[in-house]
């Protein structure tokens, strides 16, 4: 084993596996567009003479396209809308302070750092505001 490989990195660059997946994931969403649209266009008579005659009725050509557009434009409108409702008022007192806070303890050894808490929020806005020079 030689040592002075690289390590295999994790990259968005595209291999060769990556690449034949993709072309042929491509491959079959445009197929399968144009065979959409030509149930979509051609009428029916001409889909019987072909042989194809177990089809879904044309209404859901266009059916399933605008149901597909209309959930995209509630989910955006929604999603948002519900994270809005599960967020408390700005005066409520669970956006101060929660059960996992951490009071300051004022004991702190000659040099040392003080221990890791939570700030009060009054006590950073009368430091903040209170005793500014303007």
Known sequence: M?????????TPSPTESRANYGFALYLASKTA????????????????????TYLPQKYWAIAIP?????VIVVIAI??????MLLVPPMNDRRILTDSFARPPINEVRLGGIPTVSDLDLSGVCK????????
């Open 2 to 10: 030689n040592t002075s490989e690289t390590p295999r990195q994790n």
């Open 33 to 52: 567009f144009v065979v959409y649209l030509a149930w979509a266009i051609i009428p029916n008579n001409w889909l019987t003479v072909i042989g194809l």
């Open 66 to 70: 605008v149901w597909v557009c209309c």
């Open 78 to 83: 929604l999603y948002p809308a519900i994270n």
């Open 127 to 134: 430091t903040l505001y209170l005793h500014s020079n303007n």
